[in-house]
């Protein structure tokens, strides 16, 4: 069924806000699309360039934010995708030096080196502090599930402990296939 | 995410995800959708689903503009029983619409999404979402796009 053929079966079960609360149906029949495209296309590029600084370092951010959202969610873990690196970019978004962060941060500058460089862990108290130094942008959770991600694929992948730790054990339970 | 079921009174989990062919043939098999979306196919599709049962809530078809920093909403849909007065589940399209805002603030856009309702639609989007008029099309970015965001997908 074509798409107005719906939106005129819908209109005689719904009331246009009942429609609009559930479906997004376009303009087919009197909007030229490509016209109103170019129209967005110019908005756009109005607003791009109308862009603040401070607008543009938001965006980053929420940017990062959505980043490391997604990528939580993946089965995969890297290497490259740690807490640290996704600090260092975070303090690359912002455009302010390491220095200015850990003061802002209220964090050794060795200290905040070292967790960047995936030399040290992060503290859930540094999560505490990116949540409230970014606007809560980035909340805690966010931060925290990057701490959580690393160690469980750490975890996954120390046999040698597993092997052991497992071998001081006795008189476990036998479970039958 | 969280959306409310209306008839227990309860909150029930969903998540989104992008649509496979297998979702195209069992969507076009169910009566839960008047839209044809095998002809989305080649777009990006997303998907919402409920969690405990694993069923389609809503789909959502999207076109990205990567010269121009934006994603284009083509067309949005919730299941049949998620329409109308005796709608059992709220928000799905507020969540459908919201997570592409946050797919378009991920790809650095600045969260700019733009869409071309039936003109009679127009008026509620500006209310319910706060997209703004550009010509014949609705726009949303930046600020608004954070409400919206934090409104229907809290993460």
Known sequence: MRIDKIYQKLKEQYSEDEIAESYMIPETGTVKEDETQYAISKYREERLNQMSDHEKVVSKIISLKFQIVEYVKEQSFSFQKTFGSFLLEYIEALGRSRKEISKELDLHYTKLSRIINDREEPSIELCYRLEKHSGELINVLNWWQLIKKKEEFILSQNIELKREEQKKVSNSLTISD | ?155
Do not use: C
């Open chain 2, 1 to 155: 995410m969280q959306l409310f079921n209306r008839k227990k009174d309860d909150w029930i989990e969903a998540k989104i995800e992008k649509a496979t062919q297998e979702d195209f043939a069992l969507v076009k098999s169910s009566d839960e959708f008047f839209f044809d979306w095998t002809k989305e196919r080649k777009r990006m599709v997303f998907k919402m689903l409920e969690v405990s049962k694993g069923n389609i809530l809503g789909l959502i078809s999207v076109t990205d503009f990567p010269e121009e920093l934006r994603l284009h909403i083509n067309l949005l849909e919730s299941s049949k029983s998620n329409v109308g007065k005796n709608k059992i589940i709220d928000g799905i399209a507020g969540s459908l619409i919201a997570y592409v805002v946050s797919k378009a603030f991920e790809k650095g856009y600045n969260g700019f999404v733009s869409l071309i309702p039936k003109t009679n639609l127009i008026e509620f989007y500006i209310k319910m979402y706060g997209f703004i008029r550009v010509g014949n099309a609705l726009i949303i970015e930046g600020e608004q796009s954070i409400k919206l965001i934090k409104k229907y997908y809290k993460s």
